[in-house]
């Protein structure tokens, strides 16, 4: 998803400067805090969602000009793993694949894991840009921001293999490992929900109090789905149904992801307009509580966790007034790592 970010956001950042500060949020007896920053990189600054190959040990970040990859345990990166126009996503695929989508070209790049080589460009809507894997159809869902549709590839065979239509301007989507797929419909103010082995929409759930609904994220063991608004609010509702188990759980604006750590049963949620990460719990029985937010950086929207040792990784960038708007500014990529200090 392309991020804006407001003129008072943008002066925060500029009176701020590089420098990150960390709030405590409850989760036991410990607090989590922004531990350091990684991956500095000069020249252009863009980037969108973050994902992690638990089996290689990857964090990829979707960069403006292709894919970037981080060793995990090295922190070695890799700028341009594989190179892109404007991407948007990159998901890691089963056999050491991973798949990332191209705005600017309306194509998907399927490539090799680890050495970046590219096994298949494949044709998409128009601007692609958040993606699922579904394991149990062995497809991969492709988001078409400007076609309300989805194209489904075949990562085997590397092709496209169909187009679904969404009935609206789809966001964010996640698959709940028994065939459904859930994806956010930004101007309805809905979630969509996909049969994934029959290739079909099935129904929607409205998301009362939402408006512009653009992350979400799933707890599939109680199957709970988190949606996150662009009215500073997000709604927790039941995947079976749709029914409405936590309305307006407060967060800030402009939020792009929603990370479910499943060992803390906790949601994390990047908002890049006011620079905070909110920090929502889920109780054994269902119920929700919203703890204090982290303060991490004016852009930082996106992100992704390492189930392995717990910790965050939210890229962003400074941003700066341009002839066209705002936009990062080039020389201050960098990624916040985020963990839990006693």
Do not use: W
């Not at 990857?58 to 890799?78: I, N, S």
């Not at 590397?158 to 187009?163: D, H, L, P, S, Y």
């Not at 949606?227 to 402009?254: E, F, M, Q, S």
């Not at 992704?304 to 960038?317: E, H, N, Q, S, V």
Request: aromatic share 6%; charged share 20%; hydrophobic share 40%.
């Amino acid at each position: 998803m392309r991020v804006e970010v407001s003129l008072a956001g943008l002066l925060a950042s500029v009176f701020l400067g590089p420098h990150v500060f960390a709030k405590s949020a409850d989760a036991g007896h410990q607090r989590m805090v922004v531990m350091k920053m990684i991956a500095h990189q000069d020249g252009d600054a863009r980037l969108d969602y973050a994902s992690i190959d638990g089996v290689s040990r990857r964090l990829y970040v979707a960069r403006g000009f292709g894919v970037m990859a981080v060793d995990l345990d090295t922190e070695k990166t890799t700028p341009q793993l594989v190179a892109g126009q404007h991407v948007h996503a990159v998901i890691p695929l089963p056999g050491g694949r991973a798949l990332s989508t191209n705005g600017d070209s309306n194509t998907a790049t399927l490539f090799d894991g680890k050495t970046g080589q590219v096994v298949a460009q494949i044709g998409t809507g128009s601007d692609p840009d958040a993606a699922a894997f579904d394991p149990v159809s062995g497809l991969v869902f492709v988001m078409n921001a400007k076609d309300d549709d989805a194209t489904l590839i075949d990562p085997v065979g590397g092709k496209a293999v169909g187009r679904l239509s969404l009935g609206g301007k789809p966001e964010f989507a996640v698959v709940d490992g028994h065939g459904h797929l859930f994806v956010n419909i930004q101007n309805q103010n809905k979630t969509a929900v996909i049969d994934t082995v029959g290739r079909k929409a099935i129904g929607s759930y409205d998301l009362p109090g939402c408006e512009g609904p653009s992350a979400l994220g799933i707890d599939t063991e109680s199957g709970v789905l988190v949606a996150a608004c662009g009215n500073r609010t997000a709604v927790a509702i039941r995947a079976a149904d749709g029914k409405v188990i936590a309305p307006h759980l407060p967060i800030d604006r402009k939020p792009d992801a929603v990370i479910f750590d499943a060992a803390r049963k906790t949601f994390y949620i990047p908002c890049g307009r006011d620079g905070t990460l909110a920090v929502i719990s889920e109780s054994n029985d269902g119920a929700f509580s919203v703890g204090e937010s982290v303060l991490t950086a004016v852009g930082a929207h996106t992100g992704a966790l390492d189930a392995k040792t717990g910790r965050l990784y939210i890229p962003t960038a400074d941003y700066q007034l341009t002839l066209s708007g705002v936009a990062p500014a080039d020389g201050t990529f960098r990624i916040l790592v985020l963990g839990y200090k006693s």
